[in-house]
Every structure is written in structure tokens, then in C-alpha cells.
């Protein structure tokens, strides 16, 4: 299976790694959890997935010390692609340690289940003890890998804070934008009810990085003119002429500026969403440009991280916005 895996991945390396991690290596799990002194068993899979899967989701065959980070979990800096025979011994005494309790009780022919309490704390204990192994075995690849490794993306450029914000690749810059459209949309629908039919209006989204080369020579509103110029070149003729509509490009950046134009129109946001709350508009501007900076904040540290974790729901109707003003400490 392992083999069949690795010559799909030549083509779908993606989706082989998904299935290694999601689906083919928990099949293994319940021999290494109840059959003691399997390791020598479980070497020709090691090897397999040594010889074989990595180097074809690579593109190359990893060392020793690089086998062992891959075989660290992400959140450490690996891939998830565990060593079966290394992991055994550790698996086995886990499930030994956790299923005491229920043994214990069917050794004495009980009808009573285990105590909850003490079943959880010895999960509890066994969670514990692996992080603190993981830990202790990212420490030993650290100290076997080079010192002066250079971070780098996986396009080949220098990984800086910088180059994490304009890093077209990956999608995360993709997902800061929806990140602000959700919020934005969510707003919208909060106010933008009962209406009567007049002109649309059309908005559209930008965010940009402000501490990019490109732009170490100009001010943040000539950052903002040429992004909300570039945005009417594409859309506003189209809009006014065909669509009969407005157009009012929004421009934000990853440090949570906005531009003129954005700042007004989240004015008159906070007056008609002040009006439907009955709450006074300082109020509701300060709610307002919080929930826009810390979406700017979340999809920044997006960046950063590259995390992949599921996008949360927004969820902004029904607040109370004093109370959520004073519980964040807003002025």
C-alpha cells in the first residue's frame, strides 16, 4: 500500500500526504496500541516509507536527522510522517496505562464501568508524557540539523516577515482578503435591510503591505491613491457606465491602516448600524474598527504562521455592543 501510495504521489503529492496522514498510517495504530515487541516487524514499512513515499513527496531521499523531523507532528515543524518502529514501544505503554482500569475490573468479572475521573487523568498523563517526549525529540533533531539553517519559502525566497505578507503562494494572502470581505459582507447584512430600490453600490476589497520595497519611498496616502487608482481603472467605468451602480474601493493595510475613502465609509456604517442598535455612535465606530482590526490582525498572523487551520464563522449580529465594549476595554 505504502508503494502504491509513493507512485501516486509522483502525481498527487498533496493528496498522498493526506491520505498517509489522514487515513493509512491510523491502520497500524490499533497492532502497535495491542501486540507487545513488534518492532522488528514493523521495520520493512519504515523502510518503505524511507525509501519509497518520502523521497517521491520530496522529490528527494531525506537523512537521518531529516527523517526525524518529517517525523514530528506539524504544529513542531514536521510533516506527520511517523517512524512506525520508533513510535511502537511508546503506543503499547499508552494503551496499556489507559485501559488499566477497565482490565482491572474485568479481571474481577465487575459489571461496573471504570471511574470517568481516573480514566481521564490517566489520558491526561499519557497526553503529557508524549508532548514532553515530542519536545524532548525536537531538541535532539535541533541539535543534529545545521546551525545556521536559512529559512526560506518554498519558492526559494528569503522567509522574512516581510515576504510573508506579499507571498502570492500558499493562498494565505488570498484568505487575508476574505478574511475582511467576510467581515465587511457581515456588516453590511446587519444594516442593508428593508431597503427600497435605488442605485447599487459596489465595493471591492484590497489589502496591501505597506513596509514592501516597493513602496519604501512613498507615504501611506500615496500607498492608498495608487491602490484605490488601480482598483476605479479596472471597475469604476464598468460600474457607473453598464451596471448604473457606485463604486467605492476599500483599502486596507496589514498593519491596520485604512484610506480615506474606507475610514468614511465605515463612518456612515457606524451611523446607520448606531440608528438600528439604538446605541450611541461613539460606541459603535469604536465596536466597528475593532472587529476590523483584529480581522486584520488574525489574517496578518495568518500569514506569518501559514496556518491552515478551518476559517472561523463570523458572527457579528445579535451583539450587544456596550456590553462587548466594555468587556474589550474599548474607549
Known amino acids: 500500500e505504502v508503494t502504491r501510495l509513493a507512485e501516486f504521489a509522483?502525481?498527487?503529492?498533496?493528496a498522498s500526504y493526506a491520505a498517509f496522514t489522514f487515513g493509512l498510517r491510523h491502520r497500524w495504530t490499533y497492532f502497535m496500541r495491542?501486540?507487545?515487541d513488534i518492532e522488528t516487524q514493523l521495520q520493512p514499512l519504515e523502510r518503505a516509507i524511507l525509501d519509497v513515499l518520502i523521497p517521491s513527496l520530496i522529490g528527494r531521499n531525506c537523512s537521518e536527522a531529516e527523517r526525524d523531523l518529517v517525523a514530528l507532528p506539524v504544529r513542531m515543524g514536521g510533516l506527520g510522517l511517523i517512524n512506525p518502529s520508533d513510535s511502537v514501544d511508546a503506543e503499547y505503554s499508552a494503551s496499556i496505562r489507559v485501559s488499566a482500569p477497565l482490565v482491572s475490573k474485568i479481571e474481577v468479572q465487575s459489571h461496573e464501568t471504570p471511574d470517568e475521573a481516573e480514566v481521564q487523568?490517566?489520558?491526561?498523563?499519557?497526553?503529557k508524557e508524549k508532548d514532553n517526549g515530542l519536545k524532548e525529540e525536537l531538541e535532539e533533531v535541533k541539535a543534529r540539523?545545521?546551525?545556521?539553517?536559512?529559512?526560506?519559502?518554498?519558492?526559494?525566497?528569503?522567509?522574512?516577515?516581510?515576504?510573508?505578507?506579499?507571498?502570492?503562494?500558499?493562498?494565505?494572502?488570498?484568505?487575508?482578503?476574505?478574511?475582511?470581505?467576510?467581515?465587511?459582507?457581515?456588516?453590511?447584512?446587519?444594516?442593508c435591510y428593508d431597503?427600497?430600490?435605488?442605485?447599487?453600490?459596489?465595493?471591492?476589497?484590497?489589502?496591501?503591505?505597506?513596509?514592501a520595497d516597493s513602496y519604501k519611498d512613498l507615504s501611506p496616502k500615496q500607498i492608498y491613491r495608487i491602490h484605490e487608482n488601480e482598483k476605479k481603472r479596472k471597475y469604476d467605468s464598468r460600474i457607473t457606465e453598464i451596471e448604473q451602480g457606485t463604486f467605492t474601493p476599500l483599502v486596507f493595510t496589514t498593519t491596520g491602516g485604512?484610506?480615506?475613502?474606507?475610514?468614511?465609509?465605515h463612518s456612515r456604517l457606524a451611523e446607520l448600524l448606531s440608528a438600528k442598535k439604538q446605541e450611541s455612535y461613539a460606541t459603535t465606530i469604536s465596536w466597528v474598527r475593532a472587529?476590523?482590526?483584529?480581522?486584520?490582525?488574525?489574517s496578518a498572523l495568518l500569514c506569518l504562521r501559514g496556518s491552515r487551520t478551518p476559517r472561523r464563522n463570523l458572527d457579528v449580529k445579535d451583539r450587544d455592543l456596550e456590553i462587548e465594549k466594555g468587556q474589550a476595554g474599548l474607549p
Open 10 to 14: 509522483r502525481s498527487q503529492p498533496q
Open 34 to 36: 495491542t501486540l507487545p
Open 121 to 127: 487523568q490517566l489520558v491526561y498523563a499519557t497526553r
Open 145 to 191: 540539523l545545521p546551525d545556521k539553517t536559512e529559512s526560506l519559502c518554498f519558492r526559494g525566497s528569503m522567509s522574512t516577515v516581510d515576504h510573508a505578507m506579499i507571498c502570492q503562494h500558499g493562498g494565505l494572502v488570498i484568505q487575508r482578503h476574505n478574511e475582511i470581505c467576510d467581515l465587511q459582507a457581515e456588516l453590511l447584512d446587519m444594516v
Open 195 to 211: 431597503v427600497q430600490r435605488q442605485r447599487a453600490a459596489f465595493f471591492d476589497i484590497r489589502v496591501c503591505h505597506p513596509n
Open 258 to 265: 485604512m484610506a480615506d475613502k474606507c475610514l468614511r465609509y
Open 291 to 298: 472587529k476590523v482590526s483584529f480581522a486584520i490582525l488574525r
